[in-house]
């Protein structure tokens, strides 16, 4: 009897790699955790050395590593790369996919030793873009030589654009949170300067450099020494 021979089809592999990172942007995990997930999925569906993710920090100088799925502490620690530095700098400015053949052989390429070290030879790296903004890229390196087909180019980023929405979506909801927060704030201080301003016939401004002054001394947010202000004047 004949032994039946298992295959594993690659299509599948990527398309479950997509839905798996989809289910993941949808679900309420923590960024770091979702970024985490991205780069170990990928690097399965596309059989990778290692996979990282660069992200751009605020001034948009430097590209620094925010997740990998490998463990070499050399490749974790590599400092982070200035404008305009190395391929993956190339991608950001260009927003369009690099493949390198051989990284120990691109002049570009900023990392020679550690990518000796790790066995790193084929390299492609996509942008991270949403609305035609690149906010960093996503790096796929193999361990042999390797010629990327079109169809790989297009599932890594097609998985890039799922990050940078994630990415941006999070960014978005940080900034309302905190917006939300400050104006939160600011009706309580109103509130509170208020009743000191009725209490102790204060000024406006005396009102709120009282609240400040209270909030520095005791190391307390002006919000909570605006609120215990209301409650004991609900109390009376």
């Known amino acids: 009897m004949a032994k039946k021979i298992k295959k594993t089809s690659k299509s599948s592999d990527t398309i479950e790699a997509i839905s798996k990172i989809s289910k993941a942007i949808s679900s309420d995990l923590y960024l770091e955790d979702i970024l985490k997930l991205i780069v170990t999925v990928t690097a399965e569906a596309m059989n990778s050395r290692i996979c990282s993710l660069m992200l751009l920090d605020d001034k948009k100088q430097y590209l620094d590593i925010r997740a990998t799925q490998s463990i070499s502490e050399e490749y974790i620690g590599k400092k982070p790369l200035a404008k305009s530095e190395g391929v993956a700098w190339k991608v950001v400015l260009q927003n369009k996919p690099i493949v390198v053949p051989d990284v120990t052989k691109e002049p570009e390429y900023k990392y020679k030793d550690i990518a000796v070290k790790e066995k790193l030879v084929s390299l492609l790296c996509v942008p991270l873009a949403v609305k035609g903004k690149v906010i960093g ?100």
């Open 137 to 236: 890229v996503l790096n796929c390196y193999t361990s042999e030589p390797h010629k990327f087909t079109p169809t790989e180019i297009n599932v890594l980023t097609s998985v890039a654009n799922q990050a940078a929405i994630a990415i941006e979506n999070t960014e978005l909801m940080v900034k309302t949170k905190v917006i939300q927060e400050e104006l939160e704030t600011r009706k309580v201080v109103e509130r509170a300067k208020g009743i000191l301003m009725d209490q102790e016939e204060l000024s406006e401004e005396d009102a709120f450099r009282r609240i400040q002054k209270y909030s520095m001394d005791r190391r307390k947010p002006m919000k909570d020494v605006a609120e215990a202000i209301i409650v004991a004047h609900e109390m009376k």
